[in-house]
């Protein structure tokens, strides 16, 4: 690789846009540095790191609206930061890979948009920057799924519904409830753990022991762990088994416990239940 050209490998997304020659107008967001908890690694959970965004958002020459001034017939320079920000507040993330084509999609979506260049940088894993870098355009690439999924029921189970010889009946009726999202509380006594992180998750693992529990004692019952997978099955099937530990630990805003009736009602404000038993 010559010289110019791994000085433009590293170089910023404006300055790599501007080499491809292409005929188009450019508007970018560059340095922005936002505090985010995102990484795969145990110890990047629970607390935040700085990320560097440097976005650049290639567009067909507005002429008109420019010769008239006019701001609603460009591409403005907020859809930058505001694609950051609906991204960063709809989950927790583990890759920084997901984030940067989730913001990329995000930015697509406006018709001004042909293609667009997407570089988050870690600030803080140690003396140097650590990122990812992707261009992506409108032609290729699928806008974000904003289709709200059906409005769930939330049903809460109570210990010992497992051994109770009417769980049939009760599934029943909660399938004709409509799409349902069960959380199936622990029918057997917790471990306890003197640190509360730790607690945590020995509650939260509790939870999808019951959930499991629950799944191999009727067919109906598919658990589920993602914000993707409740969608998809709020939309195909009548009884869902939510295992929580995924989504709470993801979340941007998690409940303060994780007690069942707790989590059954937090989940319920989350997905805008339409009904909630048992809580």
């Known amino acids: 690789m010559s010289d110019a050209a791994l000085r433009l490998a590293f170089a910023a997304p404006l300055d790599r846009a501007r080499a491809s020659g292409d005929a188009l107008d450019r508007i970018s967001l560059r340095d922005h540095v936002r505090l985010v908890e995102i990484g795969a690694f145990q110890e990047e959970r629970g607390t935040s790191q700085r990320l560097r965004f ?29 694609a950051i920000d609906i991204e960063l507040a709809a989950e927790r993330l583990n ?15 406006h018709e ?17 920057a650590l990122g990812v870098e992707i261009v992506r355009s409108r032609a290729d690439t699928a806008p974000p799924d904003d289709d709200p999924a059906p409005h769930p029921h939330v049903a809460l189970l109570e210990p010992g519904a497992l051994d109770d010889g009417a769980l049939t009946a009760q599934l029943d009726a909660l399938a004709e409830a409509g799409p349902t999202v069960i959380l199936c509380a622990p029918t057997d006594p917790v471990s306890r753990a003197a640190h509360p992180a730790a607690q945590r998750r020995i509650d939260l693992l509790a939870l999808e022991t019951a959930a499991w529990q629950l799944a191999a004692r009727d067919p109906r019952c598919v658990v589920v762990a993602s914000r993707t997978e409740i969608d998809h099955a709020l939309r195909t099937r009548p009884l869902t088994v939510w295992a929580p530990s995924r989504i709470v630990l993801d979340a941007t805003d998690p409940p303060v416990d994780v007690a069942p009736a ?9 997905f805008d239940a ?3 038993e048992g809580a």
Do not use: C, M, N
């Open 95 to 109: 890759l920084l890979e997901t984030l940067a084509e989730r913001i990329a999609a995000r930015v697509l979506i």
């Open 274 to 276: 339409k009904g909630l």
């Open 262 to 270: 707790t989590l059954a009602r937090w989940f319920a404000a989350e």
């Open 54 to 82: 440097d976005i650049v958002a290639e567009v067909a020459p507005a002429r008109e609206a420019v010769a008239e001034d006019d701001v609603d017939g460009i591409l403005s320079y907020d859809t930058l930061i505001e």
């Open 112 to 128: 001004q948009a042909a293609r667009t260049f997407v570089r988050i940088e870690k600030l803080d894993r140690g003396p140097h």
